[in-house]
């Protein structure tokens, strides 16, 4: 069996000379099945991949608020995008932002029904979309692979404090 990373390979040396996946293939399929899974995501579910990301890190800390900075962390979106996402995920009713009584600059972030409602939908969407991927490795390579992939993790995050 071969895929784009093992065709690309094969073709490289002949249609781009001088390049050379080499020891980054494993990485290069890692972004490329990030990106046809997203890509599914946003086909099958209401909500696009940052507004996914904002809405399951609210979720996992609902009832508590969230503020800006927090969110944009955990779903890995800048300070700049974040403000776009809020904006239209609180024009959709699905977010609520108040001010901070003990800091009037700040909003605090929180889910709202509708968006809690949302939220469970996609992410049920999405665990059935995994569940299914996952079908097509033995449970050994599906806890190599975690293994693994929570090592590279832990070299671009570092370890959650």
């Known amino acids: 069996m071969i895929d784009f990373i093992d065709r690309f390979e094969i073709e490289g040396p002949r249609t781009r000379p001088g390049i050379h996946l080499g020891d980054t293939a494993g990485l290069l399929r890692v972004m490329r099945l990030a990106a ?5 995501l946003a086909a099958t579910s209401a909500v696009k991949p940052g507004q996914f990301q904002v809405l399951a890190a609210l979720r996992r800390r609902d009832p508590l608020p969230m503020n800006a900075g927090e969110l944009a962390e955990a779903a890995l979106l800048t300070t700049g995008a974040m403000t776009a996402v809020l904006d239209r995920l609180e024009e959709q009713g699905l977010i609520r932002r108040e001010m901070d009584a003990k ?17 469970n939908r996609a992410l049920d969407q999405r665990m ?12 050994e390579e599906r806890e190599a692979l975690s293994d693994i992939l929570r090592k590279l993790l832990i070299a671009v995050e570092g370890e959650p404090s």
């Open 103 to 119: 800091d009037r600059r700040a909003r605090r972030i929180t889910i709202t029904e509708k968006g809690r409602t949302l939220i």
């Open 128 to 139: 059935a979309q995994h569940r299914a991927l996952n079908a097509v490795l033995t449970l």
């Open 36 to 40: 046809h899974l997203e890509r599914q």
